[in-house]
């Protein structure tokens, strides 16, 4: 019986993950975080996001949609 593989889920997604995880383009998910909209970290000469950074963003922008 094989034992299952566990899934580690990364700390810091590329923002090509990102934008395919919020459903944006790449172009679109770079001019957010160029902006400052979405929080990033350069980290050995690549953008980053965090993934708990990420998570806050997402439930805060869904917060300010639902009012």
Do not use: D
Request: aromatic share 6%; no cysteine; proline share 4%.
């Amino acid at each position: 019986m094989r034992t299952p593989k566990r899934h580690i889920q990364p700390l810091l997604y590329s923002v090509t993950e990102v934008a395919r995880l919020i459903g944006f383009g790449r172009t679109a998910t770079y001019e957010m975080i160029r902006l400052g909209t979405i929080p990033s970290i350069v980290v050995a000469g690549r953008t980053r996001v965090r993934r708990e950074v990420l998570a806050a963003w997402i439930e805060s922008e869904a917060k300010q949609n639902a009012r």
